[in-house]
């Protein structure tokens, strides 16, 4: 029996829609969770509260196995306003598609996720098993959130992890890692007709970059997982002055880690191109910004399988598996347009870096999300009908998960 009728259910999302919570002000979306599952007898706890921003943990059931959910309560800035067609922050239902932000990035994942947690406790469900939602800060910027969550001990017992991230009637089992790094250099300015008498800050870091572009880009071991580790420069500058020599240049660049290829090793080659272009008289520094790894699955585990079977009845496509989504774009976006249901490693990252840390990489680990391409984009947009048949949908799919996993095989 449901709780809430199709009509309710939107007006979660709106509300969800409507709390600017733009890499801030969590807080504000957990305490409306909260008092949401308090009227329907479900206890939430706000954690990391630390002044606008905070981590939700809820459950229902009791016991072993535990099913996480998990969706963030952040969304990213809706950039210009005058791009949008409605206001960003009010739900707005045109021919069976809602827009707003972050109605596809993942407020309408996190409203399913909610959702089940409330009619599957109604019903008296799960008999056996706990579910816990992880709604987590910060996601978009740092995922922080998730790294206290994984800190606080709530992944320690959990045997199973469902991501409600975008990805419409696809599944990820498995993401690439991903880093972001820093370079500064300095010098000494000077006339630019008399460069002997400064050093120029720039020259050392484009050679620098050049170099480790060429080395990552064309590195030869196999990539057999995930595809080729991916590495970019992403952001440059320097100098003040056209006819000056620069006393200063810096430079970000993002790298896409594979497990053949990891974050340590990065971090070491590019440490020896500093030391390298500092021995010959360069002064690089080199500082992390972000450091998240490659999170390895099974893409055949019993979340995939489960979700496969039940995403039959919304989408009529095939199933196929793709270890690089966007190797061939065209096909990538064909198999998009045909419905087929594509099982693939997920080209960003999301909270499973820091979640699913440690654990076992028997784990059962599923990114699959109402949603589509137009995250993050403007007038953002989600099927009517895709958030309903996943509210439908997880509510299967997390019953049916604590009936068949088998808890010895979750075990580290
Ligand atoms: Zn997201």
Known sequence: MAVFNDEQKLDILKDLISIKSVNDNEKEVATYIQDLFAKHDIKAELTNINGNRANLV????????????????????????????????????????????GVSDMKSGLAAMVITMIELHQQGLPKQGTIRLMATLGEEVGEEGSAFMQKDGYMNDVDGLIIGEPTGFNESYAQKGSMDI?????????HSSMPELGFNAIDPLMNLLNEATDKFRNDPRPHDSMGPLVFNTTTIKGGTQVN?????????????????YQNDEVVK?????????????????MEMVMNEGPVDGDKDNLLIQLTTELLHKYTKGEVVYLKELFADINSTMQKYQNGDI????SPGITDA????????????????GPGNLTSHQVNEE?????????????QKLTIQFLEKVDVDDTIA
Not at 182 to 190: A, R
Not at 273 to 285: E, P, R
Not at 353 to 368: E, M, Q, W
Not at 382 to 394: A, G, N, P, R, V
């Open 269 to 285: 080659v590019l440490n020896e191109l500093v030391d390298k272009y500092n021995q010959q008289g360069a002064h690089i520094a």
């Open 353 to 368: 870096s820091n979640l699913i840390k440690g654990k076992s990489a028997k784990v059962p680990f599923i990114v699959a």
């Open 244 to 260: 000056s020599i620069p006393d200063s240049a810096e430079a970000e660049v993002n790298v896409r880690m594979i497990p053949e």
């Open 382 to 394: 989600l099927s009517k009908q895709m958030y309903y048949d996943y509210i439908e949908m997880y």
């Open 182 to 190: 820093k370079f500064t250099s300095k010098g000494k300015t000077s």
């Open 58 to 101: 809820a459950e229902i059931g009791h016991g072993k196995p535990v099913l996480g959910l998990t969706g963030h309560m952040d969304v990213v800035d809706p950039g210009n306003l005058d791009d949008w067609n409605s206001d960003p922050f009010k739900l707005t239902e045109k021919d069976g598609k809602l827009y707003g932000r």
């Open 342 to 345: 594509m099982i693939v490693v």
